[in-house]
């Protein structure tokens, strides 16, 4: 499936271990040599806006986007997880 960069800042990042939600996509880091997309970002947890600068951000590596759906991108982030925040059914 094929996505604009405006489209894919619609769709709120989920984390799946712990179902938390980790906003919305601000950026993308391209590498320039090939085009390729190698992470999408996030505000931190907490922060929607910064007027200046590129402080407070989750960066998430694309092999760690597990699926793009139409109003959701997944991702497994086990750093992101908090202590406590869900239940281990292993």
Do not use: C, H
């Amino acid at each position: 499936m094929l996505a604009k960069t405006s489209e894919l800042r619609a769709r709120e990042i989920v984390n799946i271990i712990d179902g938390r939600k980790l906003g919305f996509p601000t950026d993308l880091e391209i590498e320039p040599q090939t085009g390729r997309i190698l992470a999408i970002v996030a505000p931190e947890p907490g922060r929607s806006f910064r007027l200046f600068g590129r402080g407070g951000e989750i960066v998430i590596p694309w092999e760690k986007i597990k699926k793009i759906g139409l109003d959701v991108i997944l991702v497994e982030l086990p750093e992101q997880v908090e202590a406590g925040s869900y239940l281990d059914l292993s």
